[in-house]
């Protein structure tokens, strides 16, 4: 019984199938082309490529039947040359012919691939023998055309699947090469459009003609490759024209940073306000550019120390950091994004300057804080039994307060005591102060006198303070 079953199956493998050829895959020196696949019939036409490109062409044998199948013949053999003589091997079988596909399973696959290689322009034929089936396959081959590559100066040099360099190009900056095809081949050919692949948006075709066109012989087909680097370092990308792949290669140089102006308010400045300044670049810059902006301050007393309150409000430090956008002018200091830099004065006369760093570029602004007398800027007046408090507080930019005047008035606006009020010394007292002191010119006096009798009867007091370029403002204390 196990025998009989054994011989059954023997015969089953033995039968002959309607094995069917199925075109999966084509590729054209190696770009892939969009196929559906699709059952052969006896004739197999190959796409129509030049000489000495090549197409491979996938296949695959399927076994629609139910029983499984032995193929031992698959061999791609030389047909009678329809199409002249001495034409050369065209269709090469990539499968190792010493490894035959052998059983092929019920509903199963077998995949192969053929290749067309045309040695000249001409047309080919040659025989695919599968199982018991035997298919035609077809081609034909065009001739070559020569292909230049022209520079700014229109030399011309042949480019054939090799590199075209553009060369350093600065960012905004572009260049671009002419590429001409000539068609030397007896015959009518006809050109696709240039295809840029590669993943880069550097390059880009332009004055390409529109669509797929046919040349005549000795005609041309022109067009131009633009290259505007879109970051720094090299950019490769591929050009695919007329069957040729040309690796592109150019390289991004950080472009050029215009110049900048610095407007500043002026050229003097009053203590204790606030200014402010602006830059902006002489011509719009090609890609984002940062640069900073510095406040050094130049104190006209050099034994006297720094006045802290000299800086950007913003940081609150002496330097600013700008950034300028891709396509503008204005310059925007950061971290507040304003389009203006502001600054405190502080309460020290001298001499600030505003230097600002773009690259290579660097422009610079001086200005002077006007040196002035003493100012007011709050005052207090307290009354005890047996004594008068006055404090005053304000700033001497000059730093050089050298005497003070007290006067007092009764209710009556009559003076009290000595017409010409008390007067001190307070040259060494201020000075000794200021030189402690990191906060400028800023000062508040306390000042205690004695009183015989009702201090209520003192109504008002004026102070004067005076520094080496004269008297403040007379200050009213009520």
Not at 42 to 69: H, Q
Request: net charge neutral.
């Amino acid at each position: 019984m196990l025998r009989a079953v054994g011989l059954c199956l023997l015969m089953t493998l033995g039968l002959p199938a309607q094995i069917q050829l199925y075109l999966t895959r084509v590729a054209v020196n190696e770009a892939v082309i969009p196929t559906t696949p699709k059952l052969q019939g006896t004739v197999v036409d190959f796409p129509d490529i030049r000489e000495n490109d090549m197409a491979d062409l996938s296949f695959e044998l399927r076994n629609p039947g139910g029983a499984d199948t032995i193929i031992t013949n698959l061999r791609v053999f030389p047909k009678t040359d329809v199409c002249g003589s001495g034409g050369g091997t065209a269709f090469i079988l990539m499968t190792e012919i010493s490894t035959p596909p052998g059983t092929l399973r019920a509903n199963g696959t077998y995949g192969f691939q053929v290749r067309y290689l045309p040695p000249k322009p001409q047309c080919y034929e040659a025989y695919l023998a599968v199982a018991q089936q035997t298919y035609v396959l077809k081609g034909t081959a065009a001739g070559r055309t020569v292909m230049f590559e022209i520079d700014t100066l229109g030399q011309r040099q042949v480019i054939d699947g090799s590199t075209s360099d553009f060369g350093n190009v600065r960012l905004g900056e572009a260049y671009t090469k002419s590429y001409r095809v000539v068609n030397s081949t007896g015959s009518s050919v006809t050109i696709a459009p240039p295809v840029i692949s590669g993943g880069s948006s550097a390059y880009s075709v332009v004055e390409a003609p529109d669509g797929t066109r046919t040349v005549p012989h000795n005609a041309l087909y022109e067009f131009k490759v633009r290259f505007s680097p879109t970051r720094t370092g090299l950019i490769p990308a591929s050009l695919s024209a007329d069957g040729r792949v040309i690796n592109l290669i150019g390289e991004g140089l950080p472009g050029v940073i215009p110049n900048f102006a610095l407007q500043a308010p002026g050229s003097m400045l009053d203590s204790n306000s606030q200014a402010e300044v602006r830059i902006q670049l002489v011509s719009a810059t090609t890609a984002e550019v940062n640069g900073s902006l510095e406040l050094r301050f130049e104190k006209d007393i050099g034994d006297m120390p720094d006045d802290a309150a000299i800086r950007f409000i913003d940081s609150g430090t002496r330097t600013l950091a700008f950034r300028v956008e891709a396509g503008t002018t204005d310059a925007v200091f950061l971290p507040s994004g304003s389009g203006v830099a502001r600054f405190q004065t502080g309460t020290s006369s001298g001499k600030i300057r505003l230097v600002g760093k773009l690259a290579q570029w660097e422009q610079s602004a001086h200005l002077e804080i006007r040196s002035d007398t003493p100012r007011w800027s709050d005052s207090s007046l307290q009354r005890a039994s047996g004594s008068l408090t006055v404090q005053v507080t304000g700033y001497d930019n000059t730093r050089s307060a050298s005497s003070i005047e007290f006067r007092f008035f009764d209710a009556s606006n009559q003076a009290i005591g000595d017409a010409g009020g008390v007067q001190a010394a307070v040259g060494d007292l201020f000075s000794a102060f200021f030189r402690a002191s990191d906060r400028g010119g800023q000062f508040t006096l306390r000042a205690q006198f004695p009183v015989d009798g009702d201090a209520i009867a003192i109504r008002r007091v004026e102070v004067i303070l005076r520094n080496r370029l004269g008297a403040s403002l007379v200050r009213v204390l009520e």
